[in-house]
């Protein structure tokens, strides 16, 4: 088994395990089960935003633990303030480090689109993601089937949320292409080796149609990166890495924004 089917083998049991101690009708109780969701693509499409959803992750699998004693809140409101048009919460404990009360302290201390980022293999898991605040699952292409990714996604869209789908190859963007996503992105890693090329993001990003909002995600350094990027036709840039690294994540973020404004700038000004 490749590291991906691993990660897939136990999110199965860990969900089948969820359903058992927190069934459905309990999450449905939860307080932000019937709260109105924030748009994901809104708020990327935004002029006074970024781009930039801005990620919440302790550890990952190709490096092990990045930074294991964030306080959420404090990095969350952060990246809030820098102007991020989003943020993402990894959820996934063993390869991630994170949690769903990571999710909900994110939803607790801030009004702006939470992506829940997991391996979503499950409609559980679906439900899960409502109830604890989010407003947009990923649903990755290579986890799935297209007849279980839209089945999900359409569980997603009954309960108000939008659905990034997230592919890595040609392959997987002429299997899963559908009307069923609202946001489609490219991950510049390869989940099988965990290296990564934004040359991945740049080959692909001008056959997805203009009808999807269209993401950047993975490999993404430096605002020089962000600009090649939106010029290449992406619209939003998924960085977690890069600032989850600093000792300050939101310090980090707040940096890396105001450089991209400055930047920015001066390819209009030229």
């Known amino acids: 088994m490749n590291t991906l089917e691993k990660i897939i083998a136990y999110k199965r049991d860990e969900v089948n395990e969820a359903?058992?101690?927190?069934?459905?009708?309990?999450?449905?109780q939860k307080m932000f089960f019937n709260a109105k969701a924030v748009s994901l693509s809104d708020y990327i499409k935004r002029d006074d935003?970024?781009?930039?959803?801005?990620?919440?992750?302790?550890?990952?699998?190709?490096?092990?633990?990045?930074?294991?004693?964030?306080?959420?809140?404090?990095?969350?409101?952060?990246?809030?303030q820098a102007s991020s048009s989003a943020l993402s919460v990894l959820t996934d404990?063993?390869?991630?480090?994170?949690?769903?009360?990571?999710?909900?302290?994110?939803?607790?201390?801030?009004?702006?689109?939470?992506?829940?980022?997991?391996?979503?293999?499950?409609a559980y898991?679906?439900?899960?993601?409502k109830a604890h605040g989010a407003d947009a699952v990923l649903l990755i292409a290579s986890a799935?089937?297209?007849?279980?990714?839209?089945?999900?996604?359409?569980?997603?869209?009954?309960?108000?949320?939008?659905?990034?789908?997230e592919?890595?190859?040609?392959?997987?963007l002429d299997s899963h292409l559908g009307t069923y996503a609202d946001l489609v992105g490219v991950n510049s890693r390869d989940l099988k080796t965990f290296s990564t090329s934004l040359e991945t993001a740049g080959s692909l990003v001008a056959q997805i149609p203009d009808s999807y909002v269209k993401v950047a995600e993975s490999g993404i350094k430096t605002p020089e990166d962000v600009l090649m990027l939106r010029t290449a036709g992406?619209?939003?840039f998924l960085i977690g890495t890069a600032f989850?690294?600093?000792?300050?994540?939101?310090?980090?973020?707040?940096k890396f924004s105001q450089q991209l404004r400055n930047l920015s700038i001066h390819n209009v000004a030229s």
């Open 19 to 28: 359903k058992k101690l927190y069934p459905i009708e309990l999450l449905k």
């Open 49 to 80: 935003k970024t781009g930039v959803i801005a990620e919440i992750k302790r550890k990952s699998p190709s490096e092990g633990f990045i930074n294991k004693h964030i306080s959420v809140e404090e990095v969350s409101i952060g990246y809030m």
């Open 93 to 122: 404990n063993i390869s991630f480090g994170g949690s769903l009360k990571d999710l909900e302290i994110a939803r607790k201390f801030n009004y702006c689109p939470i992506l829940r980022k997991d391996f979503m293999v499950d």
């Open 125 to 129: 898991q679906v439900y899960e993601a």
């Open 144 to 165: 799935l089937n297209k007849s279980e990714a839209e089945d999900l996604a359409g569980l997603a869209h009954e309960l108000g949320m939008e659905v990034l789908l």
């Open 167 to 172: 592919i890595h190859n040609q392959e997987e």
């Open 234 to 236: 992406f619209q939003g």
């Open 244 to 254: 989850m690294k600093s000792a300050r994540p939101d310090k980090a973020c707040q």
